[in-house]
């Protein structure tokens, strides 16, 4: 019986393959150069907005962008870690940081409320504009993450989609912010935020099938 079992451990490891072990540095590199090469199409195809080193953007341009490229780095972060299954590694951090920047809109709806919000919101010409485009530039970053994550053994595969489309919404949103001329809150804290529900509900759903194991 002894023999036997050496036996069949002699086969099975005759057929192991060795693997590059998950690392989440190289991951976040991966994810960084996928960011890059957006911004890069952004400018070459767009252009960045000709006032974006002058410093004379409003307060909310800063605001706004600023803390969703914050959030975009943190869901980031997360979803790499997702690739390593690990008991214990919740992702309250990341739902804290989602919970900062839709404050942005609850601010918007509790200054002018329901129906001049929706005016506001409903009356703005490039609105979809920004919004479509924000979330078509998360496509590479939705694609390096979904790379890195079936490299991985991910356990929550919902939640790692979620928060896939969720990074990708964020960095597209960020890329084209710095192109997007419009600086108004309703603006910004509405259709740059939109993109990242969106491909966070796009992800929850698209991703799981594409990363099982």
């Not at 890059?36 to 080193?53: C, K, P, W, Y």
């Amino acid at each position: 019986m002894k023999r036997e079992a050496n036996s069949l451990i002699d086969d099975l490891a005759e057929n192991l393959v060795p693997v590059r072990p998950v690392q989440p540095a190289r991951g976040m590199a991966i994810v960084a150069s996928a960011a890059a090469a957006t911004m890069v199409l952004v400018a070459m195809f767009m252009g960045f907005r000709s006032d974006l080193f002058a410093g004379s953007m409003s307060a909310f341009f800063f605001i706004t962008n600023g803390m969703i490229g914050l959030f975009g780095i943190a869901a980031t972060l997360t979803v790499v870690r997702m690739a390593n299954p690990r008991v214990g590694g919740g992702n309250i951090g990341v739902a804290w940081a989602a919970g900062m920047l839709f404050v942005l809109p609850a601010s918007l709806l509790a200054v002018y409320g329901p129906t001049a919000m929706l005016g506001r919101v409903g009356s703005d010409p490039h609105g979809i504009d920004c919004f479509l485009v924000s979330a078509c530039a998360g496509s590479l970053t939705f694609a390096a993450l979904v790379f890195w994550l079936r490299r991985g053994a991910p356990v929550s595969l919902r939640s790692a989609g979620q928060w896939t489309g969720a990074a990708a919404g964020a960095v597209g949103s960020f890329a084209y912010g710095l192109a997007c001329p419009f600086d108004s809150i309703a603006h910004l804290g509405v259709w740059h935020l939109a993109p990242l529900l969106l491909l966070a509900v796009i992800g929850r759903f698209a991703v799981p099938p594409l990363i099982r194991w």
